[in-house]
């Protein structure tokens, strides 16, 4: 006996009279043509619900690998993004014209006060070299004057800033274009010429720039002493120290 589901209560309990279709549950009669263009109609339903559910499911799925891609992308630009800011230097590192300019005004500026401005006017000594080594073995080891500026610029050039009985001596070399000092000269009256001898010569027998062959120990400090020269118009003593490429600081003490 064939059984369809019953249009009103969806139980499966409708059976053929003949000419109507009945339901054994709640006497639902209905006849075979309507019977049957509702049946249609529910599996044409069911059909397009199917449909539909595919159709989202690929939709969906579609947009799940899209947004898996994405993300992908966004992972990949925040790890180059990350590796750029790592490798890019510190602002801090960085060097123009204006920080190299108050770098050199501050190194000034710290001379002046430890020194309570021993000369008046002269603010500060500029000097080039091919060689800035020689100059730091000069002023660090045997002058032993205060380091007041060190400044690097790559492929640029290197400053060394040293204050000196009250002068800012500034020492850069040029790594594009070395330059060797030529002749300078700085002079300085004292009180007690072997006094200052004495120390220097202390300084240097203590420094690792009296350990190198003699050769190169010249190229950066020699000692001469003139007991009785004229200074002008008047008589002194005066130790003269000569330094790397053509420096020379003379020291007078006046009779």
Known sequence: MTLYCCPRCQKRELFSTGAFWVCATCRYAITTTALFRDQNLQTESRFQVEQYAETQVRVFGGLKIVLQIVILIVGLILGWLSLVLAEEPAPSHRHDGNVQ???LHDGKEACRTSTAGEINGLESLQIETSDLKLYEGFFESILQAPSVLRMDHPQKDVLRGYCYRGIS????????????????????????V?????????????????????????????????????RGNRKAARLEVFGPEGLMIGFDQYK
């Open 169 to 192: 001596i500034i020492v850069r070399q040029d790594l594009q274009q070395a330059r060797p000092t030529g002749w300078i000269q700085i002079n300085f009256s004292v009180q007690d």
């Open 101 to 103: 300019e108050q770098n």
């Open 194 to 230: 072997g006094a200052v001898q004495g120390e220097l010569e202390r300084a240097y027998q203590g420094s690792s720039v009296f350990k190198l062959e003699e050769a190169e120990r010249n190229k950066i400090i020699r000692f001469k002493l003139k007991p009785d020269v004229m």
